[in-house]
C-alpha cells in the first residue's frame, strides 16, 4: 500500500469509447503526476499538477485530457484512443515537485 | 541538461551472490538521485534517495547506493541477491528545477 491508488486497474476499451482512469492520494501530498509507461521505452511524464494547478503538459494529445479537482484526486479521461495508447499509466504523487514520488500501482489500458 | 544512463538493460545472478546495477548521470547541477524497483504488475517503489548529504545511501531490502561525484556514477548494489528481488530497477536524476529524468530500467533477473 503506497497511499496512491489508482482504479481501475485494467481496461480495455475500444477506439471510440470515452473512459476515464481515476487516482486518489492519502498522503496529503500537493503535487501530482500521470506518467505512460510502455514495453521497451523509458517512462514517459505527461501531465503534473501542483496545488490542483496543470504546470506541465509533456505534449500530450488532446485525446487525453487530465482533471484535477483538488490535491487528492486527479483523473485522465480517455476518447478516441489508438492501439498504440496501449500501455500502463501511472498515477503519482509528491509533497511538492522537486520532492520524492511516490507510485501508485498503475492501470492497465489495453486499446482495442 | 541532465540524463540518465543505465549501463545494463538486463543483469542475471545466481542467489545468493552479490548484484550490481549501473548508473551514470549528467546533471548540471547538484542532483538528487533515487532508484526506485518495480515488481512484475506492479507501480514503482522507492528503494532509496541521495540528497547531498552521505554518499553512501542505504535502502530498503538490504540495497544500497554510492554517489560518485568524481565518475558521476549512483550505481546499486546489494550483497547478496534474493529470489525476491527479480524486477525491474530505475535509476532517476532530479535537478530541482526540470522534471524528474528516468533511466530505461534495468532487468534483474535472479537464478536458483
Known amino acids: 500500500e503506497t497511499g496512491v491508488t489508482q482504479t481501475p486497474r485494467h481496461l480495455v476499451m475500444g477506439m471510440t469509447n470515452k473512459k476515464s482512469l481515476k487516482c486518489e492520494q492519502h498522503l496529503g501530498h500537493n503535487a501530482m503526476y500521470w506518467y505512460k509507461q510502455s514495453a521497451k521505452k523509458p517512462l514517459e511524464l505527461m501531465f503534473v499538477y501542483n496545488f490542483k494547478e496543470q504546470t506541465e503538459n509533456n505534449s500530450v494529445p488532446s485525446r487525453f485530457s487530465p482533471e484535477c479537482p483538488n490535491s487528492s484526486h486527479l483523473f485522465l479521461h480517455l476518447h478516441t484512443l489508438q492501439p498504440e495508447d496501449s500501455a500502463l499509466y501511472l498515477c503519482a504523487s509528491s509533497p511538492g515537485t522537486g520532492n520524492t514520488i511516490y507510485f501508485g500501482e498503475g492501470s492497465w489500458l489495453t486499446v482495442v | 541538461a541532465q540524463s540518465v544512463t543505465q549501463l545494463d538493460s538486463h543483469v542475471s545472478v545466481s542467489e545468493g551472490t552479490p548484484v550490481l546495477l549501473r548508473c551514470n548521470y549528467s546533471s548540471s547541477y547538484s542532483p538528487s538521485l533515487f532508484w526506485y524497483v518495480q515488481h512484475p504488475n506492479k507501480g514503482l517503489q522507492l528503494l532509496l534517495k541521495y540528497t547531498s548529504a552521505a554518499t553512501l545511501v542505504k535502502g530498503i531490502n538490504g540495497f544500497e547506493a554510492e554517489f560518485k561525484k568524481s565518475e558521476t556514477s549512483f550505481h546499486l548494489t546489494k550483497p547478496s541477491a534474493h529470489m525476491s528481488d527479480a524486477a525491474e530497477y530505475f535509476c532517476?536524476?532530479?535537478?530541482?528545477?526540470?522534471?524528474?529524468?528516468f533511466g530505461k530500467g534495468t532487468r534483474l533477473s535472479v537464478i536458483a
Open positions: 532517476v536524476v532530479d535537478s530541482g528545477n526540470t522534471p524528474l529524468v
